[in-house]
């Protein structure tokens, strides 16, 4: 697996849809699915290939068609993981959790007191959200 570069705008937009509907496809399925926001089957192939020797797709089955066998495949990285390794590749690391966080909801340019205290009340509404989540699943 390379996943050295960054994917382009095409193979950025079907990882995007591949992430979003969570489940195995075929490059044909993905075809049909995605012929009316004008993906042809050319595209789309050469898109699956470069994305799958790039090792940003894997194999997780086969599923026969008529005469052949049709890959089945899945993401092998999450969409956080692929853009944390964006993140890191330019520097950005868990050292810069809190100005990331504090850029996101909007508290970048206040003081350092306020900024603070935003980032530290966001944070602990996450992690309040995270325990109960945790908690109904238990």
Partial sequence: MKK???????EEELMNYLWEIKQPLTAGEMAKQLES?????????????????????????LEKTV???????????????????MLMSRGINANSLADITAA???????????????????LEEIIASLKAGKSEGQ
Wanted: aromatic share 8%; charged share 25%; hydrophobic share 30%.
């Fill in 67 to 85: 005469k052949t066998y049709a890959r089945k495949l899945m993401p092998s990285l999450t969409k956080e993981e692929y853009y944390s390794s």
């Fill in 37 to 61: 926001a004008g993906w042809t089957n050319i595209t789309l192939c050469r898109t699956v290939q470069s994305l799958s020797d790039n090792g940003y797709l894997e194999v997780v089955g």
């Fill in 104 to 122: 996101l909801i909007g508290a970048s340019r206040k003081t350092p007191g306020e900024k603070d205290a935003e980032v530290i009340a966001k």
């Fill in 4 to 10: 050295e570069n960054m994917l382009n705008k095409r």
